[in-house]
């Protein structure tokens, strides 16, 4: 149980294009998911909360108008990645909760490379 | 601000050999640790989760011990096996809140 799975796995993109990357928990209704991102050799580094129904919560430093999070359902959200860059190439990870407060389940997260 | 260092780094083993891992964290209000492994270019997979209340917790060859007064945990491997090679990060959960902080990971090899 408490599956969560991300897709594309990988994707590769022009600079200026905008990418969109779901994140879905299979098995069980997730309240709450975050958004991370992990660069080469880094830790993981948490870019945004959602709660199902209502507007992300963004950490310092993170542009919302750049990053887009929808967390519609109680199954599915989605990042989506606007007029992409270079810089933002990274992987892409994202977990589930049911409460927020319970155990974290790790999608296989999504490589994002920037042309 | 929370923040988790790993220690090392890097490790090599050859197989067999009983390892520890070094997780220490600035802020002692925490709600939980945990210990995840992450194999090359793949998501995280929990291996074990302490409340702060605990002092360790055991699944298989794997210990997870918790100093939360002195801001340490370890994570100890025994009779390591090739397998075992991945990152292994430690996270931590701070009190009143969901965030996990990470930390940079340990990369282990273990050599046949």
């Given at each position: 149980g408490a599956v969560v799975s991300q897709h594309p796995s990988w994707v590769i993109c022009k600079s200026g294009t905008s990418v969109k990357i779901e994140c879905r928990s299979l098995d069980f209704q997730a309240t709450t998911m975050f958004w991370y991102r992990q660069f080469p050799k880094q830790s993981l580094m948490l870019m945004a909360t959602s709660n199902e129904g209502s507007k992300a919560t963004y950490e310092q430093g993170v542009e919302k108008d750049k990053f887009l999070i929808n967390h519609a359902s109680l199954t599915l959200s989605t990042l989506?990645?606007?007029?992409?860059?270079?810089?933002?190439?990274?992987?892409?990870?994202?977990?589930?909760?049911?409460?927020?407060?319970?155990?974290?389940?790790?999608?296989?997260?999504?490589?994002?490379?920037v042309l | 601000k929370q923040e988790v260092t790993q220690i090392p780094a890097a490790l090599s083993v050859p197989e067999g050999e009983n390892l520890v891992l070094n997780c220490s964290f600035t802020d002692s209000a925490i709600y939980n640790l945990q210990w995840f492994r992450q194999d090359p270019g793949k998501g995280l997979t929990s291996l074990l989760l302490i409340q702060s209340s605990q002092r360790?917790?055991?699944?298989?060859?794997?210990?997870?011990?918790?100093?939360?007064s002195s801001g340490r945990s370890t994570l100890y491997i025994a009779a390591s096996q090739p397998g075992d090679s991945a990152t292994y990060l430690c996270a931590v959960t701070g009190a009143g809140?969901?965030?996990?902080?990470?930390?940079?990971?340990t990369k282990l090899s273990v050599i046949p």
């Open positions: 989506t990645v606007t007029s992409a860059h270079p810089e933002d190439s990274s992987f892409y990870i994202c977990s589930a909760s049911t409460t927020g407060l319970e155990t974290q389940y790790f999608g296989p997260g999504t490589r994002l490379l | 360790e917790q055991t699944s298989g060859r794997l210990n997870a011990s918790l100093d939360k809140s969901y965030q996990l902080t990470f930390g940079k990971g």
